[in-house]
């Protein structure tokens, strides 16, 4: 996002209230806990850091957070929920915007998508270890988890959940991505020239 006009700003609300209305169409995979929920509202923020850098991508992520705290608000009455959102998205779409600056082909968007899915999912699984399972629990009032117990949890279901969220969202944001494609190098021929 080197320049911040109007435009820029315009399109970040947009993407980020795009974003926010994807958040809310969130679904359960079957074999993980139930509050781990799919849902495709990173690919905006995606889309965004692509158009206008990577600094529009986190805005749509913060943004589209912030109105879900507000709008939906959280079981545990501060925020953890869509902290955790926020931090995946942002260890999502940076590598895959980052490598794709770098190789802008085909294979360059899924070099940054393998490494998007792979950061997300390392980044969130010590994450969710050492910071998002105990702050739920404290907040929640729940019986802390032993070391041994959150070790589990997050090796049997966090980290192969993000996995399996990362591959899900690289599948759909290709099928997107080569219908775009021709349009997002448009754009970027666009701001090069302006």
């Known amino acids: 996002m080197k320049s911040f006009n109007i435009r820029t700003f ?6 980020s209230a795009g974003a926010y209305l994807l958040m809310m169409l969130n679904f359960p995979l079957p074999p993980f806990p139930n509050f781990l929920l799919v849902d495709f509202s990173d690919i905006p923020a995606l889309v965004a850091a692509l158009l206008y850098g990577p600094l529009a991508g986190v805005f749509v992520e913060l943004l589209k957070n912030v109105l879900n705290y507000f709008l ?7 925020p953890i929920g869509q902290i955790a959102n926020f931090t995946a998205g942002v260890a999502f779409i940076l590598p895959v915007s980052y490598i794709y600056r770098r190789a802008a082909s085909k294979k360059g968007m899924l070099l940054g ?3 998007g899915t792979a950061t997300m999912a390392l980044v969130m699984s010590v994450l969710n270890y050492y910071v998002f399972l105990p702050a739920y629990t404290l907040f929640l009032g729940a019986p802390a988890m032993s070391a041994p117990e959150t070790k589990a949890l997050v090796i049997s279901a966090i980290l192969p959940f993000n ?3 990362g591959v899900l969202m690289a599948v759909v944001f290709m099928l997107l ?4 494609r021709p349009w ?3 754009q970027a021929v666009a701001r090069r020239a302006a």
Not at 10 to 15: G, I, L, T
Not at 72 to 78: D, E, F
Not at 177 to 180: A, M, P, S
């Open 177 to 180: 991505f080569l219908r775009l």
């Open 113 to 115: 998508l393998a490494a």
């Open 184 to 186: 997002l190098q448009k």
């Open 10 to 15: 315009v399109a970040v609300s947009v993407f």
């Open 72 to 78: 939906v608000g959280s079981a545990t009455g501060v």
């Open 163 to 165: 996995a399996a969220k």
